[in-house]
């Protein structure tokens, strides 16, 4: 199984809200990733978990908060956002290692920020 | 001058055609790339992957590295509509944490 899922596909939210994205691999991966992606552009990291652990935070603000309950899950929160934030989020996943492992991708959620 | 630069096109080929496909890179410390391709509103599905310099070849897709030149492309050979799609490279160097450094992406239509 080489499937990185994530829900929702779509959300839509209002600058006061609060709401989670959700992502999920069973390819036995202990790295985990958060990308942020705007139109005509290429992925932006944002996050690595490696082992659970937060190892790479790329400034990204603190209205994005992440979390790995297990070596299977990832979480991303939201709270307070701003319409520039509307974007697609990606998560992905890889073995852990000296760089250059391949990471796979899921299909994204679609985020908008109203 | 970004460290990895790919042509956005858009680039145009009738089908059937052989698609060459590049990037261009300035830190010679990556030694580890890929080909990523993604469709419209959909995450990027990985298409290749290659370790230093070489030819790696699946089905109608061959990658090309040459470390000295600083140049990695993907070929596609017999190309068809459902090719169309931007195609990402990507790259790291050892101990890069597995950070990835991607190319900007080359949007490709393949027309009937």
Not at chain 1, 48 to 59: P, Q, T
Not at chain 1, 96 to 102: C, D
Not at chain 1, 105 to 111: N, Q
Request: aromatic fraction near 10%; proline fraction near 7%.
């Amino acid at each position: 199984d080489t499937e990185v899922t994530q829900t929702p596909k779509h959300l839509v939210m209002g600058m006061t809200n609060k709401k989670s994205l959700k992502c999920e691999q069973h390819m036995g991966h202990r790295a985990m990733y958060w990308y942020k992606q705007k139109a005509k552009k290429p992925p932006e990291l944002m996050f690595v978990y490696s082992y659970e652990k937060l190892s790479i935070n790329e400034s990204v603000p603190s209205r994005f908060s992440p979390e790995c309950p297990n070596s299977s899950l990832l979480n991303l929160h939201l709270h307070a956002l701003q319409p520039e934030d509307s974007a697609l989020y990606l998560c992905a996943s890889s073995q852990v290692g000296q760089g250059g492992n391949e990471q796979f991708f899921g299909p994204g959620t679609r985020l908008t920020v109203l | 001058q970004k460290e990895v630069e790919q042509d956005p096109g858009p680039l145009s080929v009738p089908e059937g055609a052989i698609v060459s496909l590049n990037c261009t890179y300035s830190n010679s410390a990556f030694q580890y790339f890929m080909w990523y391709r993604q469709y419209s509103r959909k995450g990027p599905e990985l298409l290749m992957y290659t370790y230093s310099s070489g030819n790696k070849e699946d089905g109608r897709f061959t990658a090309q590295v040459d470390k000295s030149s600083k140049y990695i492309s993907l070929f596609i050979r017999d190309s068809q509509p459902s090719d169309s799609a931007t195609y990402l490279c990507a790259m790291s160097p050892p101990g890069g944490g597995n950070k990835l450094t991607f190319g900007t992406g080359t949007q490709l239509k393949v027309e009937l």
